[in-house]
């Protein structure tokens, strides 16, 4: 038996099982809200595999940097936008790259690559 099983009781278990239930259900949360409100990743994109893995890894990559920008950003040092939906907030930020236009005819695309 290992060093620390003699320290179980059942209230300890109990609470263990509560705080990691209510860390499942957040998880739960984000998944229902890209596949009902957000990005609406359906059944509708399992028709090719590979196609339908790229677009739900891109999804989970703007899914986690919209998190860190407005919580980590907007909704912390903007009163504004705490009081603002996130959809709002997402369409505002739209119409403003709309307004900017596309970029100059000399900008130029590259690549970082690491050499090890």
């Not at 595999?49 to 891109?58: D, H, I, M, R, W």
């Not at 990559?61 to 997402?90: D, K, M, N, V």
Request: proline fraction near 4%; aromatic fraction near 10%; hydrophobic fraction near 40%.
């Amino acid at each position: 038996m290992p060093l620390n099983m003699h320290r179980l009781t059942a209230g300890r278990v109990t609470a263990l099982c509560a705080a990691t239930g209510r860390e499942r259900h957040c998880i739960e949360d984000h998944f229902n809200t890209q596949k009902n409100n957000g990005p609406g990743l359906g059944h509708a994109f399992c028709a090719n595999e590979t196609a339908s893995k790229n677009y739900y890894s891109v999804m989970q990559c703007a899914q986690i940097i919209w998190e860190l920008f407005y919580h980590g950003h907007l909704a912390r040092l903007y009163g504004w936008a705490r009081r603002t939906s996130q959809t709002a907030l997402a369409q505002m930020i739209a119409d403003g790259m709309r307004s900017l236009g596309p970029p100059p005819e000399d900008f130029v695309i590259r690549q970082m690559r690491f050499v090890t």
